[in-house]
Nanobody, 125 residues
Framework: QVQLAESGGGSVQAGGSLRLSCAVS????????MAWFRQAPGKEREGVAVMYIDGGSGVYADSVKGRFTISQDKAKSAVSLQMNNLESDDTATYYC??????????????????WGQGTQVTVSS
């Protein structure tokens, strides 16, 4: 069974940077998509970025393109989300998610069956 362990997050001023990491274990297929979603109070869950665990190009939400980068950390079996030039609208609880797909990775929550516990990101203006 796939297990996820998130780390990172915290508080930062607008324009600052944070890095989230999600360690994954228990998977046997390279067709594992790893994604970050976020949810702010009173708002719907939003897909942020996704990629295959074995690498390749990431797919991003328009709201974070050019500011966030998803990448793999093969040595740690983890996926990281580097968040630069943070804005107050980025404030949310961020969740790591994993799901299998042989047809590419998409930012649709229904395609992910494994979720992390969430980590808070707060950006103050």
């Amino acid at each position: 069974q796939v297990q996820l362990a998130e780390s990172g997050g915290g508080s930062v001023q607008a324009g600052g940077s944070l890095r989230l990491s999600c360690a994954v274990s228990g998977y046997t297929s390279s067709y594992l998509c790893m994604a970050w979603f976020r949810q702010a109070p009173g708002k719907e869950r939003e897909g942020v970025a996704v990629m295959y665990i074995d690498g390749g190009s990431g797919v991003y939400a328009d709201s974070v393109k050019g500011r966030f980068t998803i990448s793999q950390d093969k040595a740690k079996s983890a996926v990281s989300l580097q968040m630069n030039n943070l804005e107050s609208d980025d404030t949310a609880t961020y969740y790591c998610a994993a799901g299998f797909s042989i047809n590419g990775c998409r930012l649709q929550a229904r395609e992910f069956s494994n979720w992390g516990q969430g980590t808070q990101v707060t950006v103050s203006s």
